[in-house]
């Protein structure tokens, strides 16, 4: 009687997770996805979300454990008020977190999840993480990168190791896990890549250049292996998102220990978004989930900027079709001539982004001035 008890309950049981698995079948039902830097944060968010969907996830971060002061310095950390370590705590309580723990939040969901702990600002961690994906699940389809690191300084104090520390990850490391990750994808004849940026490419009134030009430097890689890949079915794009994540809680604690002692951490004339002003960053995963599916088939060497439930994509630069001055004849400019068409052509409504007097107002859709 008691082995039949027990036969029926685990026959359940069976049936509730295959009932959970299915339900879960979604847009990425089958495939196979890293998630870099997925133990908190956005990464944590589209991890889960790719699962709800359907993906066997590699997640990943470099070590067991929650990340360790990263922007705030033991140093600095010191120097907080009784308040500001508090709030500090807080947050970074909340943040907790590494591959394991969301591998297990997506199995405990019903999800499919293997955790890797992998460094991938060095190339064999790279190579191990994309080997992770086919040794447990014979493939993989999408690759997204969200690792991140940070610093914030100002210029002239800006050190060869904090530029060395961001650009490890971004866009070094990101070229390492999508170099092994290519190989397999161009024998499927498909494959997804995500790379994680931020709007700091375009220049932040936020003091940390390291960090603008990392991820301009992402940007310029994901251009170069989309076009390079398009012929494979492998399809390259960039999202640049802004959440309440790690970096912007410490960004915060820095503002108000800067503040405290009359410096600031922004550029003249700027002002920076409040820690609170920032959505979750579970609002940036649908749309990054839509481009890792098969339906983004015809999107590729893109960028977009993703903030709460708002989606923008950046227009394409295009030497050919930007604005553009012509001498009709083969003869040198004179700086004067030069100079007096690109007044006309240029600057006749110029304002500099480096001016923080606020420009006439745009419509977002149609970026034309509103009147």
């Known amino acids: 009687m008691m082995t039949a008890v027990i036969y029926l309950r685990r026959k359940r049981l069976c049936r509730e997770r295959s009932s959970r698995v299915h339900n879960m079948a979604g847009v990425l039902d089958g495939r196979v996805a890293i998630v870099t830097g997925s133990g908190q944060g956005i990464g944590r968010a589209i991890a889960m979300k790719f699962a709800a969907e359907g993906a066997k996830v590699i997640t990943n971060n470099t070590k067991k454990g929650s990340v360790a002061l990263n922007m705030v310095s033991d140093e600095k950390y010191a120097a907080l ?3 500001q370590k508090k709030w500090y705590q807080e947050k970074h309580e909340q943040e907790h977190g590494d591959a394991e723990t969301t591998a297990a939040a997506i199995k405990a969901a019903g999800g499919e999840a293997t955790p890797c702990y992998a460094d991938i600002t060095k190339e064999a961690d790279a190579k191990k993480l994309v080997a992770a994906a086919i040794d447990a699940y014979g493939r993989v389809d999408i690759v997204c990168n969200v690792a991140g690191r940070f610093g914030v300084s100002d210029f002239e104090e800006l050190t060869e190791e904090m530029w060395d520390k961001v650009f490890d990850v971004k866009p070094k490391g990101y070229f390492f896990v999508m170099k092994h990750a290519i190989p397999h994808m161009k024998k499927q004849g498909y494959g997804r890549i995500l790379n994680c940026a931020s709007p700091a490419f375009m220049g932040d009134v936020i003091k940390h250049a390291e960090y603008c030009a990392s991820n301009a430097g992402v940007i310029g890689l994901t251009r170069a292996v989309a076009k390079e890949f398009w012929t494979n079915g492998i399809r390259v794009n960039t999202f640049c ?24 951490l922004s550029a003249p004339g700027t002002t920076m978004f409040s820690y609170e002003s920032n959505t979750p960053p579970e609002n940036v995963a649908p749309f990054i989930t839509y481009l890792a599916s098969e339906a983004s088939e015809k999107v590729s060497g893109t960028t977009f900027i993703v903030i709460g439930n708002m989606v923008a994509m950046i227009p394409d630069p295009s030497m050919f079709g930007s604005p553009m001055i012509m001498k009709p004849s083969q003869e040198l400019w004179g700086v004067d001539e030069v100079g007096k068409a690109a007044e006309e052509k240029f600057f006749a409504n110029y304002h500099s982004i480096a001016d923080p007097i606020t420009p006439p107002p745009t419509n977002f859709e149609a970026g034309t001035p509103r009147g």
Not at 242 to 264: D, N, P, V
């Open 81 to 83: 008020s009784d308040e």
């Open 241 to 264: 998102p802004a959440a309440r994540t790690r970096a912007a809680y410490e960004i915060e604690t820095l503002r108000l220990q800067a503040e405290s002692e009359g410096k600031s």
